[in-house]
């Protein structure tokens, strides 16, 4: 089995570290790091890592209401949203180092957390008739 880096620990461990314990990388690093998550295994294996990080239960509440899932699937939910985030380059370098320091959540980042796989695609309707019922309205 091959072995993965870390990836994106300031933001992994954000809600249990201070901002002055937060390593953060350079922008070379952070592309890299983008790249390597872009590998479906890689990607896999950062989020059951992350996973297991430390929460407060101050924090676990909070991000549980804001992603709208329950509290004890909030590391892995939270993770796995981030992480796809990152790797999707839907968090610029700006916002992970301003997240990683002073772990404020920037646009971004929120972003991610609301909307990254909360919501399933919308079936679509076919009619066996061939007949749009709507457009006939």
């Not at 297991?52 to 991000?63: A, D, F």
């Not at 329950?70 to 992480?83: D, H, K, S, T, W």
């Not at 320091?101 to 971004?108: F, M, N, P, Q």
Request: with cysteine.
């Amino acid at each position: 089995m091959k072995k993965y880096l870390m990836i994106l620990a300031p933001i992994s461990m954000a809600c249990s570290a201070s901002a002055s314990d937060a390593p953060v990388t350079t922008k070379g690093g952070y592309e890299y790091d983008k790249n390597m998550l872009s590998n479906p295994a890689a990607l896999n294996w950062n989020i059951e890592h992350c996973s297991h990080s430390g929460i407060t239960p101050e924090v676990q509440q909070k991000l549980s209401k804001l992603m709208n899932v329950a509290p004890a699937n909030v590391r892995f939910e939270y993770c796995r949203r981030i992480l796809t985030a990152y790797a999707k380059g839907v968090i610029p370098y700006d916002d992970y180092v301003q997240f990683s320091r002073s772990h404020v959540l920037t646009a971004s980042i929120a972003r991610a957390l609301h909307f990254t796989g909360l919501r399933p695609s919308k079936p679509k309707r076919h009619h066996s008739s061939g007949f749009d019922q709507n457009a006939a309205q």
